[in-house]
């Protein structure tokens, strides 16, 4: 249930603001494009969509279930926040442009996509060279990816690893795209 996904308490494991450091989105000043994967009733996007607003940054929504997009669509719009586009549909295609995307978080996805190497090479793909890839997953979750395979998926398909940290309960992996 969606409901299940947006209660208050999941913001003691990991908040919207702690994403958004995670991401470097805190302090933008360039306009950017973020992707969301997974992005479920939106519990993090509106504070997404929130941040990259005054740069004129653009949140792109994608989730498989119609109805997930339609809850987080109804939550951003009642808090009068027009920055973002949804799309239904795998990531493992996504309908974007090569090299058009600066930030693609996934926040307990990962381990839950089939194809994971065909998901991260089509991350890679749509990635601005410098681009960050944030993969953030939390203990209790049935299909939660330990750090030593996040890394080797990602390094796999010619991610950078830049840096983990660590939470209560949760960690976030970050890694780049190469420039040149």
């Not at 005054?54 to 339609?70: K, S």
């Not at 030593?148 to 960690?171: A, K, M, P």
């Amino acid at each position: 249930a969606a409901w299940t996904l947006l209660i208050p308490l999941r913001g003691l494991v990991l908040s919207p603001r702690t994403l958004i450091k995670r991401c470097d989105l805190q302090e933008q000043t360039k306009k950017s494009t973020v992707l969301e994967i997974g992005c479920g009733p939106g519990y993090f996007s509106r504070e997404i969509a929130r941040t990259i607003a005054p740069a004129g940054g653009t949140l792109l929504l994608v989730d498989i279930q119609q109805e997930m997009l339609d809850i987080a669509t109804e939550r951003l719009t009642k808090s009068n926040l027009s920055n973002f586009e949804c799309y239904c549909g795998d990531a493992r295609s996504l309908p974007f442009n090569a090299e058009s995307v600066d930030v693609c978080s996934l926040v307990e996805v990962l381990g839950e996509v089939e194809e994971r190497e065909a998901c991260l090479a089509e991350i890679y793909r749509v990635l601005r060279p410098g681009g960050l890839l944030s993969i953030s997953e939390m203990l209790g979750d049935p299909d939660r990816l330990d750090k030593e395979s996040v890394s080797l998926l990602t390094s796999g398909v010619g991610f950078q690893h830049e840096r983990t940290i660590d939470g209560f309960l949760h960690y976030t992996f970050n890694a780049r795209k190469p420039i040149g």
